[in-house]
Every structure is written in structure tokens, then in C-alpha cells.
């Protein structure tokens, strides 16, 4: 297949599905490949880039069995342990990040869901942050009931993350203490409540391109406008822990390829950007539309100011 001609015929409306033959993604020229992606993000995104940040309101013994996570309980890391951080730290990291023009604010937690006691405490810092701040707010807090996802969109909450992280086929050798159904189910009832949804995953994790190709699909089918792509940095006393770090190459071709499977998100970049020379520079130039600043849960980002500064001499816009 000719990758200018498809270029062309996405940002006139053509998508990709199940139906179509992808194989020639993986194997098409590297150079032709990201700079149709990119043109295909100028088309349909345009040059503004998406700025997040996270804070992890809560931390460690989660009892979720995930292989790539230092904050699981099965997963004897040095990961810090603490319970849920007070409003005052949290909204002083949110005005900060609101003051140097991020975009949206994301309280992180980890376990499978929050406590009873936990979410209301949420509820009431939802509600603080959003008479106290203009940035969007965002929410990470696992698995939740339709009533309590309908009372996180009232707090003011707009968007939830909630990552897929690999293929359906892949998902069993990452994590068996929830299925890939239960994240579909999850997504499926935020959106529901109004909320727009941040997924996406990791790579690296021993999954091979179909799978990523099969991630990105996925994607397109639940309708997801904002797909962040983290790197697995492995992080020692996981069982991931010995594999193999990508090679930008590899990196920068699944970016590209999320573009042409999810021509008009916003493809993120997350943890593992310093696997990219520049710390992203060529996957802002190969699809990537947004990203993760600051710091990033147990794996270390970009500043907001560095970013700001790289992204400016893109020419790209921002805040």
C-alpha cells in the first residue's frame, strides 16, 4: 500500500478498522510512515499540544497484581507507601501546574477501587478544586460504580484515566486480579456519565506490534480522545524487571501508527520519554499531540518548563 496515498485518504475521512489489512504499518518505511503520521496530526489535530499533569494522591500495597507496577503489593519494590493526601497539598500542586498553563490536573490513586471513606473525601476535593481553580480536572481512581462515576462528573470532574494497557490477547500475561472485560466495562460506564476518557498502556511489556496494532483498535472502537503511550522503564523487584528497553525506532513507529489507527486524538506521550532522544522531540514531529509533564508516578518525566521550552521551539502551541 501506498502510505502517502493512505495518508491522504485519512484526512479526507477514510478509518482504519479490523477489516483492513495493517501489516504493512510494521514494515512500511520508517521515515514515510512518521511523516505522514505527522502530517495526518497537523490535518486533523492541528499545532497545539495538550498539556497534563499528575499527582499520586495515593500511594503503594495495592492489591492489584499488574507486572509492570512497582506500587502492587505482589511486587516487592521500595515504592513509598502513604494513604490520601490532604486538599491543602493537593490544591498547591494543582495551582502551581494551573499557573505555568497546564492543561488538566489528574488526582491518581492507587488499588482497585477507593474506599468508601476515600471517595468521599474525593467528592468533597473535586468540589474544592473546582471552586478554588480554572484547570480541568481529571481523575484516576480504578474500578467505580455508575453512581459514583455520576458524582465525580458533578464535583466537576471532566475527564477519567484509565488505561487498557496492552491487546485483550496480551492482557492475562500482565495481570490476572482484573480482567480486560472489567476495563472495558469501566470505561464504557464513565463515558456514560459524561466523562471523557484518557486510556491507552504500556509498551514494552513483551508484546509484539500486532498487539499494539490490536491496542490501538480497541482504542478507535471505545471512541477514546486521548491516548497516552508509556515506554515500560523496568523497574527493579517487578517481574518485568529484566526486559529489554525499546529502541526509539520501535517507540517512534507505534506513536506513528496510533495516529493512522486514531487519526484525531490526542496521541500523549507518558513515561518513558527519555527513551527518545530530545526527551520526545522526534514524536512530536511523528503524530504525538499531547503528553504528560512533570512528574510521572514512579517513573521520572520533563519539567513543565523544559517541556514548554521544547515545545516552543517546535513551533507548536501551548498555553
Known amino acids: 500500500m501506498n502510505i502517502q496515498n493512505l495518508t491522504n485518504e485519512i484526512i479526507d475521512g477514510r478509518r482504519l478498522g479490523r477489516e483492513d ?3 504493512f ?4 518505511p520508517f ?3 512518521t511523516e505522514g503520521a505527522d502530517k495526518i496530526r497537523k490535518e486533523l489535530v492541528g499545532e497545539r499540544v495538550d498539556l497534563c499533569t499528575i499527582i499520586a494522591g495515593k500511594s503503594g500495597n495495592c492489591g492489584e497484581n499488574c507486572k509492570f507496577c512497582a506500587q502492587s503489593a505482589h511486587n516487592h519494590t521500595e515504592c513509598e507507601v502513604y494513604g490520601l493526601m490532604d486538599y491543602d497539598r493537593i490544591y498547591a500542586e494543582a495551582k502551581s501546574n494551573e499557573e505555568e498553563g497546564v492543561d488538566r490536573f489528574a488526582i491518581v490513586i492507587s488499588g482497585h477501587s477507593p474506599s468508601k471513606e476515600d471517595f ?6 473535586y468540589k474544592k478544586l473546582r471552586n478554588d481553580l480554572k484547570i480541568s480536572l481529571c481523575a484516576s481512581l480504578g474500578f467505580l460504580t455508575q453512581e459514583q462515576f455520576d458524582r465525580l462528573y458533578d464535583a466537576g470532574v471532566r475527564s477519567y484515566h484509565n488505561n487498557i494497557e496492552t491487546s485483550r490477547r496480551f ?3 500482565i ?3 482484573h480482567t480486560f472485560d472489567d476495563k472495558i466495562a469501566n ?4 463515558q456514560a456519565s459524561g466523562l471523557s476518557v484518557c486510556s491507552g498502556g504500556i509498551i514494552g511489556m513483551g508484546e509484539t506490534m500486532d498487539d499494539r496494532i490490536d491496542m490501538a483498535l480497541e482504542l478507535s472502537e471505545l471512541g477514546i480522545g486521548s491516548i497516552p503511550i508509556n515506554s515500560l522503564i523496568p523497574i527493579p523487584h517487578t517481574p518485568l524487571e529484566n526486559l529489554p528497553t525499546l529502541t526509539e525506532d520501535e517507540i517512534l513507529r507505534t506513536v506513528a501508527i496510533f495516529r493512522y489507527i486514531n487519526p484525531k486524538s490526542n496521541i500523549r506521550l507518558g513515561a518513558g520519554r527519555k527513551l527518545i532522544s530530545g526527551n520526545g522531540i522526534a514524536a512530536f ?16 518525566g520533563s519539567t513543565i518548563q523544559s517541556d514548554r521550552d521544547m515545545l516552543k521551539a517546535l513551533g507548536r502551541k501551548i498555553v
Not at 120 to 125: D, H, P, R, S, V
Not at 187 to 190: C, T, V
Not at 285 to 300: E, K, P, R, V, Y
Open 25 to 28: 504499518l510494521k514494515e512500511c
Open 285 to 300: 514531529t511523528g503524530g504525538a499531540s499531547a503528553t504528560i509533564t512533570g512528574n510521572m508516578l514512579t517513573t521520572s
Open 175 to 177: 495481570c490476572t486480579t
Open 31 to 33: 521515515d514515510e510512515l
Open 171 to 173: 492482557f492475562k500475561h
Open 21 to 23: 489489512d495493517l501489516s
Open 187 to 190: 470505561i464504557k460506564r464513565a
Open 120 to 125: 468521599e473525601k474525593l467528592i468533597e476535593i
